[in-house]
Every structure is written in structure tokens, then in C-alpha cells.
């Protein structure tokens, strides 16, 4: 506990200085913080964070030193460059975020899938990850979307939008398979009928409330 002179009111919060004021306060009693160490926690992972991101750039150019020196005919060090990067996003976006767990898990695993392409770009391509990583992860994303329409049954029709972007997605997948980037179409044709599917479904079975959800988003009348 604290008390200001100027005011002559003791403060309780763990505190410097006077809310009123702005002057510096005495401590007279040592009180228990009345609040969650919410900040405290963050203050540790952000420096777990900042420890992480300078000794990943330190790794980085000791790899890439070693990549030229040793006259290496594949960039390595930039794939290594990659895995670093991504264990970096995982520390501060999945951990320290404040978006939700659904935007969490899409954003990083589109994340992890261009980082595959650039990973097999680097290697010289061959067309694995847009043949079969990018349509098997929008396969289990879809799956994920239905598990948690399940788990969270009163509100399942929030998930729509995310069926949405789902099919865009699946679109540049059947896309690229056509357009033969992807060296097999009925992946690509796979992927896009589950997301096309799973939305159709959710319309039809949803009915009215589904329709309404749609409406809201897109500000139809």
C-alpha cells in the first residue's frame, strides 16, 4: 500500500505514482497484488521471444557463412533461414497474439505451406508442395472446420466465412493443377469439392439461420 501527500489518499494497486497527481508515492503497507500477473507473464514470453530472435539471427548468418564457404551448390542456410522464422511467428503470434485460436491456426498454417513452396523452390522444384501439401492442408483445415462446427454447436454458423475463404483457397489450388504447377489434378479437384461441399452443406442443412449469417456478413438486407 502507498499514500500520497499531496492528496492524502493511499493507493492499493502496485504502483509508483499518483493516479490523481502524477507524484511520487511512499509505501507504507506491502500489500498483495490485487490483479492477475496477466502483464508479468507477458513481459517473460516477450523476452523468451526477444532471446529467441537474436539468437536465431545470430545462427542464421554463422549458417550462412558456412553455406559460402563451403561452396555448397543448394542454399541450406535459407531453408534453416525458414524453420528459424516460422519457430519466431509461433512464439509471438501463436503465443503472445491476441487474435483468436481459429485466425491462430489458418494464418500459421498457410504460413507453413509458402514456406514449403519457397522450401522446395530452394531445392529445385519438383512441385511437391503445391501438388500435395497445399490441397492435403486444405483438406484437414476443412476437417478442422467441421470438428469445431460440432464442438460449438450454438455457434457453428460463425464458421462460415472461414468455409468461404476456404474455397478461394481451393480455387488457387485447382488453379495451379490446371494450369499444371501442380503435377496432379485430382488433388487439386479433391480439395476443392470438400470446401465447395462442406459449405453447401453447411447452407442447405443451416437453412434460415445460415442465410442470415451470410446476410450479416455482407451487409444484405
Not at 81 to 88: A, D, I, M, N
Not at 197 to 220: C, Q, V, Y
Request: aromatic letters at 10%; hydrophobic letters at 55%.
Amino acid at each position: 500500500m502507498s499514500r500520497c501527500k499531496n492528496c492524502n489518499v493511499e493507493i492499493l494497486d502496485e504502483t509508483e505514482r499518483c493516479p490523481l497527481c502524477n507524484s511520487i508515492l511512499e509505501r507504507t503497507v506491502e500489500v498483495e497484488n490485487m490483479y492477475p500477473t496477466v502483464r508479468l507473464v507477458t513481459r517473460k514470453l516477450m523476452m523468451i521471444s526477444n532471446i529467441y530472435l537474436f539468437a536465431a539471427i545470430v545462427t542464421e548468418v554463422l549458417l550462412i557463412a558456412a553455406n559460402v564457404l563451403l561452396e555448397s551448390q543448394t542454399w541450406w542456410s535459407l531453408i534453416t533461414g525458414l524453420v528459424l522464422v516460422y519457430g519466431y511467428l509461433l512464439l509471438r503470434y501463436a503465443i503472445l497474439g491476441k487474435s483468436g485460436y481459429r485466425s491462430k491456426i489458418f494464418i500459421l498454417t498457410m504460413i507453413a505451406v509458402l514456406m514449403l513452396i519457397a522450401i522446395d523452390l530452394l531445392v529445385g522444384y519438383r512441385g511437391w508442395a503445391v501438388t500435395y501439401v497445399l490441397p492435403s492442408c486444405i483438406i484437414a483445415i476443412d476437417a478442422g472446420i467441421l470438428f469445431l462446427m460440432f464442438a460449438n454447436r450454438r455457434n457453428w454458423q460463425s464458421y462460415m466465412m472461414w468455409q468461404i475463404v476456404m474455397i478461394l483457397i481451393s480455387v488457387v489450388s485447382l488453379s495451379l493443377a490446371v494450369a499444371g504447377v501442380a503435377n496432379q489434378l485430382y488433388l487439386g479437384i479433391a480439395a476443392n469439392a470438400v470446401s465447395v461441399f462442406l459449405f453447401l452443406g453447411t447452407l442447405i442443412i443451416g437453412d434460415r439461420k445460415a442465410r442470415t449469417e451470410l446476410k450479416r456478413r455482407f451487409h444484405m438486407k
